[in-house]
């Protein structure tokens, strides 16, 4: 895991480009969440949860993450169920609220305009051009600072 990290630092190296993935990362995150979380399933249900597409992403994310390192999976599953929780609230405060595909299209598009001018800031292509799984990497990328902050080896 520590190798795929080294080379995403490499081109978020600028301060402002960091403070946007900061912000984008998790926006990208949860918006993706949220267009998953809106395709139903309806052969499953979690308690007062509907079954859902994001339901098993998350299942397959926490296990392409354990490969890596099981505690950054451990915190990349807290997090998706955060996210998990919030488009869970959205849905129920329907139809008064805005659809969650609607509203994560829309955070979607803000955020990766975000990120691309950070890039631009940055000076460097966003690492995924080459490499895809460095799509991945990023909310990982994120975790690692909190748990060097906290103490939490990965």
């Keep these: 895991m520590q190798t795929w990290l080294d080379e995403y630092a490499v081109s ?15 926006l990208i995150y949860f918006s993706v ?18 079954g859902n597409l994001a339901l098993i992403i998350i299942a397959l994310v926490f296990l392409y993450y354990s ?5 950054l999976a451990i915190g990349m599953l807290l997090f998706s ?7 869970f609230k959205i849905v129920q ?10 509203l994560c299209i829309i955070v979607f ?6 990120q ?15 490499d895809l799984q ?4 990023g909310p990982a990328w994120l975790m690692s600072f909190i748990y060097k902050k906290v103490g939490i080896k990965y």
Excluded: D, R
């Excluded at 969440?33 to 509907?50: A, D, E, N, T």
């Excluded at 490969?67 to 505690?71: I, K």
């Excluded at 598009?109 to 975000?114: F, M, R, T, Y």
């Design 12 to 26: 978020h190296q600028n301060p402002l480009n960091k403070t946007i993935h900061w912000i984008c990362i998790p």
């Design 67 to 71: 490969l890596m390192s099981f505690s």
């Design 33 to 50: 969440m949220g267009l998953l979380w809106s395709v139903p399933i309806s052969l499953f249900q979690l308690g007062p949860v509907p």
């Design 116 to 130: 691309f001018y950070g890039h631009s800031v940055e000076g460097k292509k966003p690492s995924f051009l080459k």
């Design 134 to 137: 460095f799509l991945m990497i």
């Design 109 to 114: 598009v803000l955020a990766w305009i975000g």
């Design 93 to 102: 405060l329907q139809p008064n609220f805005i659809s969650l595909w609607l």
């Design 81 to 87: 169920s955060l996210c998990g929780l919030v488009c």
